[in-house]
């Protein structure tokens, strides 16, 4: 399974719920303009964007096509290195591992680099459920655990909450799990990160397991990459004794050169900044120097499922940061929450089915209509998804997964009547005669217009999830081929 939220609604439903939240719009409209002008500003400054763009893609492509080779590389780079490799197929076997290792050193608590893929196999919950509290160190993951919270967002999970919100959130929480937030705490960004500071620097100096994902694993040096812009990463891979790193098979990049673009392409797509303030890398065991013992989980979890899509495998270039949320007007309007899952927004509507697959889960199926197809996530991707292309792509499959269905949609009915009609000329005139009958008690009746005078049908019985939303023309008062045979093909002969 991939990370989608238990019980959660489909798009559709959840979307409206969301839309009628006012607060959660201004949040979103104020957090996203301000992330997306502050990459505009430092993309523009690199003036061969798009031939980074082209060479990102293609080393993240190069990766993909002999995936099984580069990963064979890094399990024996990282052995040779002193680490410990694991090989997990889904979910459940990466937090069984996990756990297994923490059980094994006797801890009750783990601290955690921010991680999309231990999110996404639900390890928090997992380490629960073996009394081991996993807490979070990111500013924005601990927001969003102490506040008994979903994320919604790659980068910002917190982005649907405002100072006021998190303030409370702190003085309410934090002293439930650890050290209590500063009786006269204000909502000032400065003293909020004071606070988190001091809750969490008890947590750093007393862990002795940790746990963290990777941005990137070269192949060709067993190392393995993690970005970050506030210094809790750096302190989780380097203080604890032992670390634990769970990492998705996509993330590997064949070679330590390969690294470059990719590091020029990410801090400026995800937080707008020239560079990441904190780049760690780390190459299994050195003695005396961090943790002296490193495990590292390879993941699969859906992506040799993804892999094997012709269409849908570029999606496995993503390198999580965000650009494609912060531009998209779905996203913009409705939030993360809605699309039900650790990775929403257009990357997530695509992600998620082909990991999960379609044609089962409702919820999963909705995804991929999360979208207006409007292009601005593609022109925004460090790697160049043609993430609408993949959209496209994953409507025809979730409508291919339902036609065996026993009680068709309306959707499959009113294809297949329209199939029906098209393919015979002699039903296509009647259908043709009817619309025209239709078009001109549409004109009698007054109906509404559209610009440049076309009357519109309005709402039509049994479809009105289609025409609510849109303007639906009426259809015309004479048909093509009735003007045909009454002008003489067009050689004004009014033969009526």
């Not at 959660?24 to 500003?41: E, F, K, M, P, Q």
Request: overall charge neutral; proline content about 6%; aromatic content about 4%.
């Amino acid at each position: 399974m991939s990370g989608t939220f238990v019980g959660m609604p489909a798009f559709p439903e959840a979307a409206r719920a969301a839309l009628g939240d006012t607060q959660l719009r201004h949040n979103l409209a104020h957090a996203t303009a301000t992330i997306r002008d502050r990459r505009a500003r430092v993309v523009a400054e690199v003036p061969a964007w798009e031939e980074l763009r082209l060479v990102g893609a293609a080393v993240k492509e190069s990766a993909l096509v002999d995936l099984e080779r580069h990963l064979l590389r890094l399990e024996e780079t990282l052995t040779a290195n002193g680490a410990v490799v694991h090989w997990a197929g889904d979910a459940a076997e990466a937090n069984a591992i996990v756990a297994r290792i923490a059980r094994g050193h006797g801890v009750d608590e783990v601290v955690k680099v921010k991680s999309m893929a231990t999110q996404e196999i639900g390890l928090n919950e997992a380490l629960a459920e073996q009394g081991i509290a996993a807490w979070e160190t990111d500013l924005a993951e601990l927001i969003v655990q102490l506040g008994n919270d979903l994320p919604s967002h790659i980068l910002v999970p917190a982005i649907h909450r405002n100072r006021a919100e998190i303030r409370e959130i702190f003085r309410d929480r934090m002293g439930e799990v650890g050290r209590a937030a500063p009786e006269d705490l204000s909502d000032e960004p400065a003293m909020l990160a004071g606070a988190a500071r001091l809750h969490l620097r008890e947590k750093f100096l007393r862990a002795k397991v940790a746990v963290s994902g990777a941005n990137f694993a070269v192949a060709e040096t067993g190392t393995l990459v993690v970005v970050e812009s506030e210094g809790n990463g750096r302190m989780c891979l380097t203080l604890p004794e032992v670390l634990i790193s769970v990492v998705g098979i996509e993330k590997v990049v064949p070679t330590w050169a390969g690294l470059d673009p990719l590091l020029r392409l990410l801090p400026r797509s995800s937080t707008g900044e020239r560079m990441n303030p904190y780049t760690s890398t780390w190459s299994g065991v050195t003695p005396g120097d961090g943790p002296q013992e490193v495990h590292v989980v390879l993941l699969d979890n859906g992506r040799t499922r993804a892999l094997a899509d012709d269409v849908g495998r570029q999606a496995l270039r993503c390198i999580r940061c965000s650009a494609c949320l912060n531009v998209c007007p779905v996203y913009e309007r409705v939030g993360g929450h809605a699309y039900g899952s650790v990775y929403p927004g257009p990357i997530g509507a695509i992600l998620n089915p082909l990991m999960r697959g379609v044609g089962s889960d409702a919820q999963v199926d909705s995804l991929p209509y999360a979208s207006s197809l409007c292009g601005a996530c593609f022109e925004v991707c460090p790697v160049r998804i043609d993430i609408p292309q993949v959209l496209v792509h994953l409507r025809s499959r979730v409508v291919d997964g339902h036609r065996g269905d026993p009680v068709p949609k309306a959707e499959a009915v009113a294809m297949r009547a329209t199939a029906w009609a098209f393919t015979d000329a002699r039903r296509l005139a009647l259908a043709e005669r009817a619309s025209s009958m239709a078009g001109r008690v549409l004109s009698r009746l007054g109906r509404s217009t559209l610009p440049g005078g076309r009357a519109t049908a309005g709402r039509l019985p049994g479809a009105s999830a289609w025409t609510n939303a849109r303007d639906l023309p009426a259809p015309p008062r004479e048909s093509f081929r009735a003007w045909w045979r009454r002008t003489d093909g067009g050689r004004g002969q009014d033969r009526s």
